[in-house]
Structure formats: C-alpha cells, structure tokens
T-cell receptor
C-alpha cells in the first residue's frame, strides 16, 4: 500500500517569497491533515479536511497560509508571503475518517522541510 | 486546553538497557493517548495507543499504561536496541479534536 506522498522534500526561499507544498494521501482516506513542526517542538495542526471540506483551521495563520483540497484527494498548502518564523517541516497526514483521529490511526508523510532566509 | 509534556532529550543508552520516557498530559474529558515514533528520514508512525484508564498499549517490545490518577503515559522498554534510535512523541486526542503532540524525545542507543 502506497503511503502519504509529499513534495518537495526540501525548499529554501527568501522571506516575502511564496511556496507551495503538495500532498497525496493514502487512497481511500477521507481525512487529510497539515501539521507544522518547528525544530524542537511537536507537530501542530494547521488544518484538517474531511473530503474537500474544512473541519478545523483554527490554528492556520490565514493572512499568509492557505490550503485547498478541491477534489477531496490531494491537497496543496501555500504560504505567501513567507516569514522567517515559517521555517519548519510541514507534515501531511491522512486517515480513513474524522473519527480515526481519536483512535490515533493517522498516517504521516515524510514531510517538506522549509527554510526561509 | 489540551497539552502534553515529555521529558527532554536526548536520552542516551547502551544496547540492552532499560528505557523510560516520561509523558504527562492535561486534557478535558477522557482523552485517548498515543506514542508515535519517527525514525531517521521517515515519517511519524503510530507505535502504540490506549483509549481508556488502566489500558496498556504495547508494540515491538514497548509498553505504556494509561494512568488517569497521575495523568501519565510513560513509555517503557525492557531492552533497547540500536534500531530503536528515533524521536518519540507522546500525543493525545480528546472528543473530536485531533492529535496534540508533545515536543518529542530523541533516543540514541549505542552498541
């Protein structure tokens, strides 16, 4: 079974530039999550989708971050304009259903490491 | 709100030593508790879980018991191997909220 795919693995940009990350979840997984993991900290949820609808985006900095999952499959996370403090690993995860977040059955990709100079 | 506190690392052990990584939590309601592991160059993966008080989660020789009275979920292994070197994350979910993670604890096991 193919896992969660993310790209690019690494990205270096200058502040005020824009960047986009792509995620393809495990086939059949209805729920998709984007997490931000700053060095030395645990992952923090940015946004959660159920199919193509947003379940939770309360911690997404909406002035600069946006995410979409138009067809309920793959997803894109965009940052525009980037700030120094956005340097982090952006993790995508998927699960069969929203309820799976309580059972812990989230499957994570390898992450996209962003460095903002 | 929900929060998870883990012991700081790195934890450095020799092969076959006993491992404990402490985890305590604060949560509303009755959370489910998890340990995730991240091996070098790989994504996070679920190691074990417990969904109610006094449950013991176990996998690959690792164990953790859900202690409601001490709000703890400490990870233990009787004899670690070099291949256990990784970062370990304690996490919880409560109600319909998704996972809240601790900061992670790096484990380094030497031969």
């Amino acid at each position: 079974e193919a896992g969660v795919a993310q790209s690019p693995r690494y990205k270096i940009i200058e502040k005020r530039q824009s960047v986009a990350f792509w995620c393809n979840p495990i086939s059949g997984h209805a729920t998709l999550y984007w997490y931000q993991q700053i060095l030395g900290q645990g992952p923090k949820l940015l946004i959660q989708f159920q199919n193509n609808g947003v379940v939770d985006d309360s911690q997404l900095p909406k002035d600069r971050f946006s995410a979409e999952r138009l067809k309920g499959v793959d997803s894109t996370l965009k940052i525009q304009p980037a700030k120094l403090e956005d340097s982090a690993v952006y993790l995508c995860a998927s699960s069969l259903a929203v309820r799976d977040s309580n059972t812990g059955e989230l499957f994570f990709g390898e992450g996209s490491r962003l460095t903002v100079l | 709100g929900n929060s998870v506190t883990q012991m700081e690392g790195p934890v450095t052990l020799s092969e076959e030593a006993f491992l404990t990584i402490n985890c305590t939590y604060t949560a509303t309601g009755y959370p489910s508790l998890f340990w995730y592991v991240q091996y070098p160059g790989e994504g996070l993966q679920l190691l074990l879980k417990a969904t109610k008080a006094d449950d013991k989660g176990s996998n690959k020789g690792f164990e953790a018991t859900y202690r409601k009275e001490t709000t703890s979920f400490h990870l233990e292994k009787g004899s670690v191997q070099v291949s256990d070197s990784a970062v370990y994350f304690c996490a919880l979910s409560s109600g319909y909220s998704t996972l809240t993670f601790g900061k992670g604890t790096m484990l380094l096991v030497s031969p």
